[in-house]
């Protein structure tokens, strides 16, 4: 079979202070056919789903075209103009593909991209690639799991799955299924019946642990049942402030829609009620940090959810970091601190030196006010990369280790979350010698931490991502909705609609 595959993606938070334009793509890893070498699948972030695409073409023996393949960090919505590039390049790539004929498009997204002018790029690319192939080409579209999903999507490809675990470390096996899947429509052993229901609420909900433990592993064992094909649980992304925002389930069954129908309202009502209980249990500055002192032995880790960049947050905010030098703990690591300008002075002062730094609190209310200490600078590096939590390994750009009254920073100049700590020890870190590290990271940082953290501590400061969820200034979301109404029942919302 002739298959094309590209990725791109771009998780947006409608209210993040950080602007998205070409250039962020660029920074993450932009890769256009014929303009540079191609990176190598498996290996390469950049690629990330069409690098599994591309893999299993490889091993099935189909020939494969790779298009573009382009990703960003969580930021605000991307320009009218950079996003109409991206789109151009795509689309462009497709119909060079389509000169001869396709069997499958296979492309990856992240399912809650946003540009100025248009809420659902995802749903848009899509349309425009049924426009160049005709009704005929299965179309598979993976995305994250904090995707919200839209008729648009669903309208234009064949199928819609995204990844089941979070942190994401499923992306290659979910890839291979849709690949499977995709080519059992292409050679019709398999009658696509596809039921969509949506979950109106908003929360993040760890795969990990129980209750959603259970409740993902139960979903995976039903896939298995006679005429079904696929089920994703899509969590939704809580910072796009447009109407499709949410929740939802998508199920695939083999030319029964009625049961397709039926597992999918099943799904969404098991799902609406670990509404609360599935989400994790958040500490705040003061609870976290009593938490971890109170651990006599090994690395307690704690999460700073709400300045997480790989949700659109700054990565720069002192809420713990003030609070920490003002108890006086050492032994403390921080990682990373977005502070391009802190991080110029370390460079130009040399290792070794020592200098008055103002750290973080640049980007807006949000990042808390500057800290200002006396800095030794530790480590310098220009070359420090970390494992991505799918693929490959991720640049981290400069990176600089400070170190103030027992407490040692890393400054950094890509914004990008902590996904293991081989990351950290590039950049100069001994991260099992502290008593305390602080992860700017919701929750991707758990596959690579858990296994030798004395505990993990989830802390809810008042950054870019806190919980608050009624303080969010929401204007376009669709209500009523979870947690900011009062719904008691799926069913309740639907007889009312």
């Known amino acids: 079979m002739r298959i094309f595959t590209a ?5 947006t938070n409608s209210f993040s202070p950080i602007p998205t334009t070409l250039a962020s793509f660029e920074d993450s890893g932009l890769f256009r056919p014929g303009q540079c ?13 069409a690098g599994y695409f591309y893999e299993e073409a490889c091993r099935r023996g189909d020939e494969v075209t790779l298009g573009l393949c382009a990703q960003a960090q969580p930021s605000r919505p991307l320009n009218r103009t950079d996003y109409q590039t991206l789109r151009t390049w795509l689309l462009e790539d497709l119909k060079a593909a389509a000169a001869q004929p396709l069997d499958l498009v296979l492309i990856m997204m992240h399912g809650s991209m946003m540009a100025e002018g248009c809420d659902d790029c995802e749903g848009d690319i899509m349309a425009a690639m049924r426009a160049i192939v005709g009704p005929d080409v299965a179309i598979g579209l993976l995305l ?4 919200n999903v839209t008729a648009a999507m669903l309208k234009n490809a064949t199928i819609v799955k995204a990844c089941k675990e979070y942190p994401h470390t499923d992306f290659d096996a979910r890839a291979r299924e849709l690949y499977a899947l995709c080519a059992d429509i292409r050679e019709r052993k398999v009658k696509p019946t ?5 979950v109106p609420m908003l929360g993040l909900y760890q795969t990990a642990h129980a209750p959603m433990r259970p409740f993902i592993d139960e979903i995976m064992r039903r896939e298995q049942e006679p005429g079904l094909r696929s089920i994703t649980l899509a969590h939704g992304f809580p910072w796009s402030d447009f109407p499709d925002a949410g929740a939802s389930v998508i199920v695939v069954g ?3 829609q009625k049961l397709a129908e039926r597992t999918a309202h099943e799904i969404a009502n098991r799902f609406f009620e670990l509404r609360a209980s599935g989400q994790a249990t958040m500490a705040d500055v003061h609870e976290a940090l009593d938490q971890a002192s109170a651990h006599k032995s090994g690395t307690v880790v704690i999460a700073d959810i709400a300045d997480n960049p790989g949700g659109g947050a700054p990565s720069d905010s002192t809420f713990l970091l003030r609070e920490i030098l003002r108890r006086g703990l050492t032994d403390v690591g921080i990682a990373y601190m977005w502070d391009p300008a802190a991080l110029d002075l370390a460079f130009a002062a040399g290792e070794g030196a020592e200098l008055p730094l103002r750290i973080g609190g640049k980007v807006g209310i949000w990042s808390g006010d500057p800290v200002d200490v006396e800095a030794k600078i530790i480590h310098l590096r220009t070359d420090a990369t970390q494992p991505h939590i799918a693929t490959g390994q991720t640049p981290l750009g400069r990176t600089a280790l400070i170190s103030t009254n027992g407490v040692e920073i890393i400054l950094n100049d890509v914004r990008q979350q902590p996904f293991s700590p081989d990351g950290l020890i590039a950049s100069g870190m001994d991260v099992w010698s502290k ?30 991502l806190n919980g608050d969820v009624a303080a969010r200034p929401y204007t376009r979301i669709r209500r009523p909705i979870w947690p900011l ?3 008691q029942s799926i069913h309740a919302l639907a007889a009312a609609e």
């Open 7 to 11: 990725y791109l993606a771009h998780e």
């Open 37 to 49: 070498e191609a990176p190598v699948p498996g290996k390469s972030a950049q690629l990330l789903g």
């Open 144 to 147: 994250d799991l904090h995707c």
């Open 194 to 198: 596809i039921a969509f229901q949506r």
């Open 254 to 256: 083999d030319n029964d």
């Open 435 to 464: 008593r305390i590290v602080v992860v700017k990271s919701t929750h991707h940082f758990y596959a690579g931490f858990h296994e030798r953290a004395a505990a993990i501590i989830y802390c809810d400061t008042p950054g870019a």
């Open 485 to 487: 109404d009062d719904i």
